[in-house]
């Protein structure tokens, strides 16, 4: 069962009504982490309501109030939500339709990393937790939303992957794997995008963003004299997020926007 976390709807005059995402509702999956964080706090500069789930409620909780006084007034909402269970999850997309009327958006945005020294140091054990992070939620997710986005005039499925998903390396098998799974998913659910637009094209829009780590200013705090070569920080992974809704929806469905080098 999930637990909601500041479902106090906060409103106020600070709000603005002429963001780039006024109106809008997205849902983003894993907002505690450091993306969720920069993209809770993007999606509310830009006027959207935005109604935040992770696993972990004080992560979540520190994410909304982060999002919340960045944009006084604006509407940011969260709950811990298991994303391991499909009907856990379909049960959270209901929730979100039925208390704001359209769900325009779903952030996917669950990590997790797991590698070895060598191909054949990989341990299945690696595979089996991130079948579960990088798979199973984007399945369930996916499946929880695909028809509330069908009936929004600006749906948006965005999935965030790495580019080891294309160029696999050895000590990372299970990780790149799993990477390559949750985007061959999306692709199918932008397939199911295309067939329901029939002749007038999609009307919502699945895409991939993929980048070849992320980095955030604690990162940078505990290791000052690091280059993090062609990594992407959080805030620019929420811009780019930010920026796929000013795109039609044909244009970006089941293409991999690429925030790094392609390998």
Same mark, same amino acid.
């Given at each position: 069962?999930?637990?909601?976390?500041?479902?106090?709807?906060?409103?106020?005059?600070?709000?603005?009504?002429?963001?780039?995402?006024?109106?809008?509702?997205?849902?983003?999956?894993?907002?505690?982490?450091?993306?969720?964080?920069?993209?809770?706090?993007?999606?509310?500069?830009?006027?959207?309501?935005?109604?935040?789930?992770?696993?972990?409620?004080?992560?979540?909780?520190?994410?909304?109030?982060?999002?919340?006084?960045?944009?006084?007034?604006?509407?940011?909402?969260?709950?811990?939500?298991?994303?391991?269970?499909? +009907?856990?999850?379909?049960?959270?997309?209901?929730?979100?339709?039925?208390?704001?009327?359209?769900?325009?958006?779903?952030?996917?945005?669950?990590?997790?990393w797991r590698?070895?020294?060598?191909?054949?140091?990989?341990?299945?054990?690696?595979?089996?937790?991130?079948?579960?992070?990088?798979?199973?939620?984007?399945?369930?997710?996916?499946?929880?939303?695909?028809?509330?986005?069908?009936?929004?005039?600006?749906?948006?499925?965005?999935?965030?992957?790495?580019?080891?998903?294309?160029?696999?390396?050895?000590?990372?098998?299970?990780?790149?794997?799993?990477?390559?799974?949750?985007?061959?998913?999306?692709?199918?659910?932008?397939?199911?995008?295309?067939?329901?637009?029939?002749?007038?094209?999609?009307?919502?829009?699945?895409?991939?963003?993929?980048?070849?780590?992320?980095?955030?200013?604690?990162?940078?705090?505990?290791?000052?004299?690091?280059?993090?070569?062609?990594?992407?920080?959080?805030?620019d992974l929420?811009?780019?997020?930010?920026?796929?809704?000013?795109?039609?929806?044909? +244009?970006?469905?089941?293409?991999?926007?690429?925030?790094?080098?392609?390998?």
């Amino acid at each position: 069962m999930s637990d909601r976390v500041h479902n106090t709807v906060q409103e106020g005059k600070n709000v603005a009504n002429n963001g780039s995402l006024s109106g809008a509702v997205i849902a983003v999956a894993g907002a505690g982490g450091p993306a969720g964080h920069a993209t809770l706090v993007r999606l509310a500069e830009a006027g959207a309501v935005v109604v935040g789930a992770d696993n972990n409620a004080e992560r979540l909780a520190e994410a909304v109030d982060a999002a919340r006084y960045a944009r006084g007034g604006a509407t940011v909402t969260g709950e811990t939500v298991d994303l391991l269970d499909l +009907e856990d999850t379909r049960a959270w997309a209901a929730r979100i339709e039925k208390d704001h009327g359209r769900i325009d958006g779903l952030v996917h945005l669950v990590g997790g990393w797991r590698g070895s020294a060598t191909f054949a140091g990989t341990d299945l054990a690696d595979w089996d937790l991130l079948e579960k992070l990088l798979v199973r939620t984007v399945q369930h997710t996916s499946l929880a939303f695909f028809d509330a986005l069908q009936r929004s005039d600006r749906g948006r499925y965005l999935l965030t992957s790495a580019a080891g998903a294309s160029k696999p390396t050895a000590g990372n098998a299970a990780y790149s794997a799993a990477k390559a799974a949750a985007e061959a998913w999306t692709l199918a659910m932008a397939d199911g995008f295309r067939k329901a637009g029939g002749e007038e094209g999609p009307r919502s829009a699945a895409a991939i963003l993929v980048v070849k780590a992320l980095v955030h200013d604690a990162m940078r705090a505990e290791r000052p004299n690091a280059k993090f070569a062609g990594f992407t920080d959080v805030k620019d992974l929420a811009e780019a997020i930010e920026g796929v809704w000013s795109k039609p929806a044909a +244009e970006v469905n089941g293409n991999r926007l690429w925030l790094t080098e392609k390998p």
